[in-house]
């Protein structure tokens, strides 16, 4: 059964960075889509950015393009979000999740495996 750990949430004020990161255990990671999520209180959950197995086509949420940059390490097994220009807005818990399969990804994809969440707060 994969894994997924979240880290490297936390505050921020407006215009800073944070580098999320999905530590994945129990599975092969390369044969995985990864996806980043966020919910803020109120809200629905929505998608952020997520990446293919193989690494290409990065998917990004019209919201954050341009802002955000996800990439995967597949020795360290894990993947990364670094936020830059962070906003109010932004402000959520974020959500890694693992989909098998080789396409490209999606955020409708066959998320099957989620991690427990990590808090961002971008607050002066």
């Known amino acids: 059964q994969p894994q997924l750990v979240e880290s490297g949430g936390g505050l921020v004020q407006p215009g800073g960075s944070l580098r999320l990161s999905c530590a994945a255990s129990?599975?092969?990671?390369?044969?995985?889509?990864i996806g980043w999520f966020r919910q803020a209180p109120g809200k629905e959950r929505e998608g952020v950015s997520c990446i293919s197995a193989s690494g290409g086509s990065p998917n990004y949420a019209d919201s954050v393009k341009g802002r955000f940059t996800i990439s995967r390490d597949s020795a360290k097994r894990t993947v990364y979000l670094q936020m830059n220009s962070l906003k109010p807005e932004d402000t959520a818990v974020y959500y890694c999740?693992?989909?098998?399969?080789?396409?490209?990804?999606?955020?409708?994809?066959?998320?099957?495996?989620w991690g427990q969440g990590t808090q961002v707060t971008v607050s002066s």
């Open positions: 129990g599975f092969t990671l390369d044969y995985y889509a």
């Open positions: 999740a693992a989909a098998r399969t080789f396409r490209p990804c999606v955020f409708h994809g066959p998320f099957g495996s």
